[in-house]
């Protein structure tokens, strides 16, 4: 379930959210919610900014007249056929949680149940995420790897499953306004390593890739540019 605060503007305009009628307080909770990871968000965006040399404003303008976060509820119940993949592959038996993939946005605030299931790929291979009690878990996104030059590189991460227990996840998915550009900071390098990139053009390429029968979903190695 996705959360969205109302906007005005973008392909989502006339859209609201649709706020269940036999409980009233969820939508109060899920709202603070959104308010309290939202907070977080621009606190981690500005201590990025000034790991990066620039000025807070010169990240806060992409979120710009309105930004385009969300917050989503995942459900993962118990799977008779779970599959554990090796490497950088998709399984042709079994089922995931959800596939390798990297978040397309700049941060992804989450928040995860004690239930294992979240795993990071690196040095080639998978390794589980531990749960820490009352922590929230920090993630950074493609738009954060073109902006910093790959300096904050996105992670490849999933999500498996099990037979007998069910897991709950609360992420909030940061992210700028559909009219910004992104690209590599000046600061950053003076050989940047992506092309400008329309944030809006993007997620609607990496949604449309959500879903075979429309089209192959983009990734962000094809904005590179290579480096002499």
Not at 2 to 16: E, M, Q, T, V, Y
Not at 184 to 198: A, E, F, R, W
Request: aromatic share 12%; hydrophobic share 35%; glycine share 8%.
């Amino acid at each position: 379930m996705d959360i969205g605060l109302g906007k005005s503007a973008g392909p989502f305009i006339n859209h609201r959210p649709q706020w269940p009628s036999h409980n009233n307080s969820f939508k109060h909770v899920a709202e603070a919610a959104y308010r309290c990871f939202e907070e977080v968000a621009f606190a981690l965006l500005d201590a990025c900014a000034s790991n990066l040399g620039v000025s807070e404003q010169e990240l806060r303008r992409a979120f710009s007249p309105e930004h385009t976060s969300y917050l989503r509820l995942n459900h993962y119940p118990p799977c008779a056929k779970p599959a554990l993949p090796d490497g950088l592959s998709i399984t042709e038996s079994g089922n995931l949680g959800i596939n390798y993939h990297s978040d397309a946005g700049v941060i992804t605030v989450l928040y995860i149940s004690d239930q294992p299931g979240l795993e990071v790929y690196k040095n080639g291979k998978w390794n589980p995420v531990n749960h820490v009690p009352d922590c929230l878990l920090i993630n950074l996104g493609d738009m954060m790897q073109v902006w910093s030059n790959d300096r904050y590189p996105a992670p490849v991460h999933r999500v498996v499953v099990n037979t007998h227990a069910e897991r709950f996840s609360v992420p909030f998915f940061f992210n700028p306004s559909y009219q910004a550009d992104i690209a590599p900071l000046v600061d950053t390098s003076d050989k940047p390593g992506y092309q400008s990139i329309n944030w809006g053009d993007y997620r609607f390429l990496r949604a449309e890739g959500d879903y075979d029968s429309y089209g192959e979903e983009v990734q962000i190695d094809q904005y590179g540019i290579s480096k002499p």
